[in-house]
């Protein structure tokens, strides 16, 4: 059974955690995510999509906002006109760059599973 408790404070503390993420570097979680995702070879719309498990439409606003953001470049394929390919602008690197940095204090419990989540990325 969830403790509906828990999960709501687990909520408040990942949004103070946005919080520091908005002033500090001026990117929400799924802005960073979209670099994040972009960074790792995610380069069309659609495969950060299933990357990221959001809609395709929720996709498109966010790369709207972090292009607005001047944080990529979407450029079309020569190959075919409908592909779009997405990379990280300077800017954009200087933001992940930024991110990658961020002292951003999050509670122990949550740091705790962050990194046992990286382990195991690290192990598969």
Known sequence: MINLCALRQLIMDLHQVEDHLKV??????????????????????????????????????????????????????RVDKRVVHISLSQRGQKVLEQLHACDAKFPPYIEEAILKGTENADEQ
Do not use: H
């Open 24 to 77: 500090d570097v001026g990117v929400t979680f799924n802005e960073a995510a979209i670099l994040c995702a972009i960074d790792t070879g995610y380069t069309e719309p659609a495969a950060i999509a299933k990357q990221m498990n959001l809609s395709p439409s929720r996709t498109s606003r966010l790369l709207t906002s972090v292009e607005a953001k001047k944080l990529i470049n979407r450029k079309n394929s």
